[in-house]
Every structure is written in structure tokens, then in C-alpha cells.
């Protein structure tokens, strides 16, 4: 696709569900990055990929929290045992790598409301 | 540590007013600097980046400049449209781990 593309849209669940959210990047794009944005906050990071690779996850609030991209271009980012806390919209982006100025491209996210 | 700070919203302008909007950012090393746009029920589109010191990003009639003596990057435009109207984000670049740092966001609205 042109874009990224990020999916569900929308996910309502449970408290203690696990929660799959998936990234599919823009194609040729090295680098892939997943955020947290809270309502009326900026985008906050949780973890980056350069192609496979998970370059750093410092921002990952717990380890309930992890991602994979195991093929270098789809990534999932996965939450185990949901809190409502975990309630956000997720974000996800890829950008060319290579550099660090390199402008991230982002998707339309997921709204993750755990009930 | 990296952080950007702007300016809380929201900013209400009149259509063909001035806006400014105040972006500072605190960084180790040498960071390249941007900002972002989201309209509304849309993701995050990049605006406009500047790389280096003195440099001018601009796009669509906005403008922001690089200055590294006073660690801004204010986002301008001479003349707002009904169609500027969204959230804007200031981020950083961290050179050395390729991370982004997003400010807070400051929504506009531009009336006609």
C-alpha cells in the first residue's frame, strides 16, 4: 500500500485480555517505530526495528508490553493481561533508516479502551 | 535528556491572521528538528524538518527556523485558512539513538 497501515482501527476488551495490534509498513521502509499517544499528549515512544532487529525498547512500559517483526516489514506489537491504564491510541510509523533525520511516516493508529 | 516543550492550546485565530506557535527543545548532541500535523480523524503527516542550525524548513506557506542559540524551532505562517486547523506536534530527532521526542501538541482553530 501507499501508507502505512494499521490494524484493527478500533479494539474494546476486557480487563486481563491479551491484545494483538498489528503495523504493516510503508514497503522498502528499514526502520519501524511504535508509539503510545494519551489523549491530548504527543506520541510517546515504546520501541523501534531496524528491519528484524529490535534496536531499542526502553520505552516499554512493563513486560506485559512486547513487539516482534520477524520478517523485517510487519510488526506486531503485543499487550498481555490488559489494564485499563493500557486504555491509548497506539501509533505506528517507518521511515527509510539509514539516518536519524529521516522523517517517520505514521498510520492512522489503533484505539486500544480496555473495559 | 531530549524533550520539547510548546505552547499549550488552544490557539483560536481569525482566517488570514499570523500564527505562531513556541516550540523548545532541550537535547544532547546535534538534533533534527520537525513538525507534524494531525487533522482531525488523521494520522500524523510531517510538515516540515530542518537538519542543521540556521536552517528554514518550510511547507505550504508554514515556516519554522533552526535556532540553536535560543533552542527554538517556532512554527509561523503569514496567513491561517479555515483548513490549517488541526493539532500541531514539535519533535526532535535524536541523532545518536534515532528516537523521536514529540511535544504535547497544540490544536488551532481557524475560524472564517
Known amino acids: 500500500g501507499a501508507g502505512v497501515s494499521q490494524s484493527p482501527r478500533y479494539k474494546v476488551t476486557k480487563r486481563g485480555q491479551d491484545v494483538a495490534l498489528r503495523c504493516d509498513p510503508i514497503?522498502?521502509?528499514?526502520?519501524l517505530y511504535w508509539y503510545r499517544q494519551a489523549l491530548g499528549q504527543g506520541p510517546e515512544f515504546l520501541t523501534y526495528f531496524n528491519y528484524e532487529a529490535q534496536q531499542d525498547k526502553s520505552g516499554l512500559p512493563n513486560d506485559r508490553f512486547s513487539a516482534e517483526r520477524p520478517e523485517g516489514s510487519i510488526s506486531t506489537l503485543t499487550i498481555q493481561r490488559t489494564e485499563q491504564r493500557d486504555s491509548a491510541m497506539y501509533r505506528c510509523?517507518?521511515?527509510?533508516?539509514?539516518?536519524?533525520?529521516?522523517?517517520?511516516?505514521f498510520g492512522d493508529g489503533t484505539r486500544l479502551s480496555i473495559l | 535528556g531530549n524533550s520539547v516543550t510548546q505552547m499549550e492550546g488552544p490557539v483560536t485565530l481569525s482566517e488570514e491572521a499570523f500564527l505562531t506557535i513556541n516550540c523548545t527543545y532541550t537535547a544532547t548532541g546535534y538534533p533534527s528538528l520537525f513538525w507534524y500535523v494531525q487533522y482531525p480523524g488523521e494520522g500524523l503527516q510531517l510538515l516540515l524538518k530542518?537538519?542543521?542550525?540556521?536552517d528554514k524548513g518550510s511547507n505550504k506557506g508554514f515556516e519554522a527556523t533552526y535556532r540553536k542559540e535560543t533552542t527554538s524551532f517556532h512554527l509561523e505562517k503569514g496567513s491561517v485558512q479555515v483548513s490549517d486547523s488541526a493539532v500541531y506536534f514539535c519533535?526532535?530527532?535524536?541523532?545518536?539513538?534515532?528516537?523521536?521526542?514529540f511535544g504535547s501538541g497544540t490544536k488551532l482553530n481557524v475560524k472564517p
Open positions: 530542518a537538519t542543521k542550525a540556521d
Open positions: 514497503s522498502g521502509h528499514v526502520s
Open positions: 510509523a517507518s521511515s527509510l533508516g539509514g539516518a536519524p533525520n529521516q522523517p517517520q511516516h
Open positions: 519533535a526532535l530527532s535524536d541523532p545518536n539513538f534515532n528516537k523521536f521526542y
